[in-house]
Each structure stands twice: as structure tokens, then as C-alpha cells.
Nanobody, 115 residues
Framework: QVQLVESGGGLVQPGGSLRLSCAASRTIFSISSMGWYRQGSGKQRELVARITSGGTTTYVDSVKGRFTISGDNAKNTVYLQMNSLKPDDTAVYYC?????????WGQGTQVTVSS
């Protein structure tokens, strides 16, 4: 099993930045891939960014060039650096881990982009 704990959400003005953190209960090197999803009000949950144990990253088109996903094996933590935030980025952000054919989720952290 994998337990995930997110942190770093909050309220930010358009154009601002936030960094989300996802601490895992086991070394992230052992996890096939980890990602960040988001779900806005009235919307379906969507994949925002993913990183594999080999370091390959993917992003949804709407965040390319603005968001960066990275991992710190020493801290068992995956980060999502979000820059140039827009109101459309407002959502609950969830950390996901794919480990031994199972999906694990964190509790979610709210990100609100508003002036």
C-alpha cells in the first residue's frame, strides 16, 4: 500500500505561483508513476501531470510551460510547481500513485486562483 499526503494549496492571485507537495509512505523510486490530478467544480477529474520512476514527465496541454512536476527520492516527495496561475486552474488537486497495478490517492488540496 501507499499513503499519500498533499500540502501546499491555497488562495493565489492570477499570475501567481504555488508549489504542491505529495509525501508518500514509501520510496517514490519504487512507485511506477506518480501524478497530479485536479477536479474543478462541476467538472470531471483530469490528469494534470505525471512522472514515472524513470523520470519521464507528461503534462496536459493547458499547463505545459507553466507547471513542472518533479520528485525528491530522499524525501519520498513529489512536487507540482505551478506558475502563471489562471482562474481556470482553480480546483481540488489530488496526488496519485500507481503501485503494483493499484491506484492510490491523497485527500486533495484546494487551489483557488482569484483576485
Amino acid at each position: 500500500q501507499v499513503q499519500l499526503v498533499e500540502s501546499g494549496g491555497g488562495l493565489v492571485q492570477p499570475g501567481g505561483s504555488l508549489r504542491l507537495s505529495c509525501a508518500a509512505s514509501r520510496t517514490i523510486f519504487s512507485i511506477s508513476s506518480m501524478g497530479w490530478y485536479r477536479q474543478g467544480s462541476g467538472k470531471q477529474r483530469e490528469l494534470v501531470a505525471r512522472i514515472t520512476s524513470g523520470g519521464t514527465t507528461t503534462y496536459v496541454d493547458s499547463v505545459k510551460g507553466r507547471f513542472t512536476i518533479s520528485g525528491d527520492n530522499a524525501k519520498n516527495t513529489v512536487y507540482l510547481q505551478m506558475n502563471s496561475l489562471k482562474p481556470d486552474d482553480t480546483a481540488v488537486y489530488y496526488c496519485n500513485a500507481q503501485y503494483r497495478l493499484f491506484d492510490y490517492w491523497g485527500q486533495g488540496t484546494q487551489v483557488t486562483v482569484s483576485s
